[in-house]
């Protein structure tokens, strides 16, 4: 059974920081690129991050993210990391993690950025 659980939402203040974590079981998650995308409340889901497979040489960031988002891997653990960095209130969404060559979606983490 194909699962991908995310993890490290929550509340922060407009400047912090969060890193958000996501376990993938029932895949051959080397070889998946994998991406992060959100949805805010009336708004459509939106790419975040995408990483290729393998090591990850290659990214891609929404244009809203860029040099505040970092999105890597550790094939060891099956886990796709985002690091976000100098969060804005217009962050705060519903995090999804997506397994692309599985065309699976995790459950969701809420980020919420308010002071």
């Known amino acids: 059974q194909v699962q991908l659980v995310e993890s490290g939402g929550g509340l922060v203040q407009p400047g912090g920081s969060l890193r958000l974590s996501c376990a993938a079981s029932g895949i051959i998650f080397d070889i998946s690129a994998m991406g992060w995308y959100r949805q805010a409340p009336g708004k459509q889901r939106e790419l975040v991050a995408q990483i290729t497979g393998g090591s990850g040489r290659s990214t891609n960031y929404g244009d809203s993210v860029k040099g505040r988002f970092t999105i890597s891997r550790d094939n060891a653990k099956n886990t796709v990391y985002l690091q976000m960095n100098n969060l804005k209130p217009e962050d705060t969404a519903v995090y999804y993690c997506?397994?692309?060559?599985?065309?699976?979606w995790g459950q969701g983490t809420q980020v919420t950025v308010s002071s």
């Open positions: 997506k397994s692309i060559l599985y065309d699976t």
